[in-house]
């Protein structure tokens, strides 16, 4: 039910101002992407590695030093072969 100080001089409800938008915005397409969207999917490189290394300090918090030590030769190994790749590349 409405108040009567809800309701405009014929005794109909009155409806809310429209929302203003934002000039640039609206000339620009959207303020912030939306969620949901490709455009939120799409993620720079560097989030990624900033990312990353939240991961593995999480990660690294969570394993014994074993396995600390396991990932660290795992991961020098991999960053050697990658170096010796270039290298043959640019030969």
Known sequence: MTDINDCNDNGAPTLPPPKVKNPAAVALGRLGGRAGTGASKRRSKRHYQR???AWGKTGAARMTPEQRSERARKANRARLLKRQ???????
């Open 51 to 53: 990312a990353g290394r």
């Open 85 to 91: 790749q270039r290298k043959a590349e640019g030969e």
